[in-house]
T-cell receptor, first 114, second 114 residues
Framework: KNQVEQSPQSLIILEGKNCTLQCNYTVSPFSNLRWYKQDTGRGPVSLTIMTFSENTKSNGRYTATLDADTKQSSLHITASQLSDSASYICVAHAGNSGTYKYIFGTGTRLKVLA | DAGVIQSPRHEVTEMGQEVTLRCKPISGHNSLFWYRQTMMRGLELLIYFNNNVPIDDSGMPEDRFSAKMPNASFSTLKIQPSEPRDSAVYFC????????????FGPGTRLLVL
């Protein structure tokens, strides 16, 4: 069964601190894995997209890692800012030959405090 | 570019009424996606189009839901008849063709069915 599990469900950190969000996925055949940031009341915004052959990708203070062997991904946020407060959604993309399935995690809600 | 445009932004209707949600993708994008997001179920992909052709509608919950893309710059998602359990935020997203292309989300339509 295709599924994506994220942890923790929620997280509170102080401004300036680092944090790491986890995503475990079981999808077949695996195509790519995406991390989105979603501010309250807005649409998701893509942070990173990683294929099977990529094991790390950065977007500013956001760094995603992918371990295709253990089927795990993480999103590391460095020097957090108040604006990082949002939900972070992991999405595994399964399929090939033009037909794809998107399997969504339920997200990690991050709150950054001053 | 104005980004993905959705209308209306908010819709309140009574059970049994027809609801039509509209989306204008980013110019030049060949793929369009309709998503639904609720607190209980998170983000779900309903249907996606490549070059105006529906590719996968397996996420459409029931026959009450239908989606069309008559041209490259316009798509609709229709619910007829609407039910209270359809209350959710509906997002439209677009991207260039390709499995690893970034999807750009619209601001969403918040639907409340009474």
């Amino acid at each position: 069964k295709n599924q994506v599990e994220q942890s923790p469900q929620s997280l509170i950190i102080l401004e300036g601190k680092n944090c790491t969000l986890q995503c475990n996925y079981t999808v077949s055949p695996f195509s790519n894995l995406r991390w989105y940031k979603q501010d309250t009341g807005r649409g998701p915004v893509s942070l990173t997209i990683m294929t099977f052959s990529e094991n790390t990708k950065s977007n500013g203070r956001y760094t995603a890692t992918l371990d295709a062997d253990t089927k795990q991904s993480s999103l590391h946020i460095t020097a957090s800012q108040l604006s990082d407060s949002a939900s972070y959604i992991c999405v595994a993309h399964a399929g090939n030959s033009g037909t794809y399935k998107y399997i969504f995690g339920t997200g990690t809600r991050l709150k950054v405090l001053a | 570019d104005a980004g993905v445009i959705q209308s209306p932004r908010h819709e309140v209707t009574e059970m049994g009424q027809e609801v039509t949600l509209r989306c204008k993708p980013i110019s030049g994008h060949n793929s369009l996606f309709w998503y639904r997001q609720t607190m209980m179920r998170g983000l779900e992909l309903l249907i996606y189009f490549n070059n105006n052709v529906p590719i996968d509608d397996s996420g459409m919950p029931e026959d009450r839901f239908s989606a069309k893309m008559p041209n490259a710059s316009f798509s609709t998602l229709k619910i007829q008849p609407s039910e209270p359990r359809d209350s959710a935020v509906y997002f439209c997203a677009s991207s260039s063709l390709g499995a690893t292309e970034t999807q750009y989300f619209g601001p969403g339509t918040r639907l409340l069915v009474l």
